[in-house]
């Protein structure tokens, strides 16, 4: 039960309505020859909470056919993480960058004409914290897989929504290097693939997990309510046991860091 008095929320709930069975549906080995299925069919809405609004980014002409959307407000900050892997293949990282004019690494966003300069402020789990977030305010999240593998991303503490419809695909080939942190070419859209179109429950709600596809770019719109110490991190195990894990700090107010609101 609820205790207001010591300020606890109320648990959230997930509702699952179950149909009948599926016609000719699958049945168990063991099921008798006339038993109905034991796969029932999970009949929840696409849309479980009607309060639900899906997140806009930069929206340049509303689209009144489409659901209400909640437009973030100016001033958010934005982070920038690639996936990367070393060369010969083994050794994982999650790689924060910084916007910087003189750094080693060049990536062209897609909301970007040309290619723009970066310079990686961690990699390795011991690394310095990069990434301090202030609470209740929102920032836009970016990450850009460069190795050969489908990545869950996986952030503590927080609930996120995917923004767009599909991730963009990347041009990444051997264009990064994990060893000096640098591209040998930009990493730039790769305008004659498509990207991965986001499932209907990664849009109809709030995640706190997300697949990244091998070369391609998935971004979300983030907000964390609890100041403390936190990770994010591939959710395979054999990955995130290998530092593809970062920490991150949420603040109350933003710091002398200079990461309160970065671009």
Known sequence: MPRPEELRPYPQVMRLDVKAPRPGGHHHEADPPCAPSVWDVLAG???????????????????????????????????LVLLSESDPPGHLQLTELVA?????????????????????????????VGIMPVRKEWEVWRFLNTTGDTHPMHVHQVFFQPLG??????????????????TSQPLVPDLAAVGRV???????????????????????????DRVGRYVYHCHMIEH??????????????????GTGHPH
């Open 45 to 79: 809405g696409a849309v479980m909470n009607p309060a639900y609004l899906r997140v806009s980014h930069n929206a340049v002409v509303p689209d009144p056919s489409a659901p209400a959307a909640y437009e973030l407000p100016h001033g958010h900050g934005h982070r």
């Open 100 to 128: 910087d004019a003189t750094g080693p690494v060049q990536v062209q966003l897609p909301t970007d004409a040309a290619p723009q300069s970066y310079s990686p402020v961690a990699s390795s789990f011991y690394d310095t």
């Open 165 to 182: 419809a599909a991730g963009v695909p990347y041009l990444v080939d051997g264009r990064y290097s994990q060893d000096t942190h640098s």
């Open 198 to 224: 986001f499932d209907a429950h990664e849009t109809t709600g709030w995640k706190d997990t997300v697949r990244i596809d091998p070369g391609q770019l998935v971004t979300f719109a983030v907000r964390f």
């Open 240 to 257: 995130e046991d290998n530092e593809m894990m970062r920490p991150f700090v949420v603040t109350p107010v933003a710091t002398a860091h």
